[in-house]
């Protein structure tokens, strides 16, 4: 049974930062571990993602280097540093992990099989 934890969202101001954290039991072992996001009405979307071969990171075009995305394959740990934060990042922040091989960068919530409950982050202006 894997189990993806996730912990740190909350409501903060427009120009605030929080701090996601999310760790895996019950994982042998993963390809990536990521954010992936999904505000009211809209579909889900990565938010960002380490490729644990090469240490390869991805992140979206609207994350616009304000958030960092840190992590630890051996613990099975994946952090999400969000600074400057704006209403429209208001979402539920679910962690995912992938046992799925992919050549490229894992950009795409369908790349990740593994998903933990969702941390909601609210920002308001």
């Known amino acids: 049974q894997v189990n993806l934890v996730e912990s740190g969202g909350g409501l903060v101001q427009a120009g605030g930062s929080l701090r996601l954290s999310c760790v895996a039991s019950g994982l042998t072992s993963a390809y990536s571990m990521g954010w992936v996001r999904q505000a009211p009405g809209q579909e889900r979307e990565v938010v960002a993602s380490?490729?644990?071969?090469?240490?390869?990171?991805y992140s979206a075009a609207f994350v616009k280097g304000r958030f960092t995305i840190s992590g630890d394959n051996a613990k099975k740990t994946v952090f999400l540093q969000m600074n400057s934060l704006e209403p429209e990042d208001t979402a539920v922040y679910y962690c995912?992990?992938?046992?799925?091989?992919?050549?490229?960068?894992?950009?795409?919530?369908?790349?990740?099989?593994?998903w933990g409950q969702g941390t909601q982050v609210t920002v308001s202006s």
């Open positions: 995912a992990a992938s046992t799925i091989y992919l050549l490229e960068n894992y950009a795409s919530p369908s790349s990740f099989d593994h």
């Open positions: 380490i490729k644990y071969e090469g240490d390869s990171r």
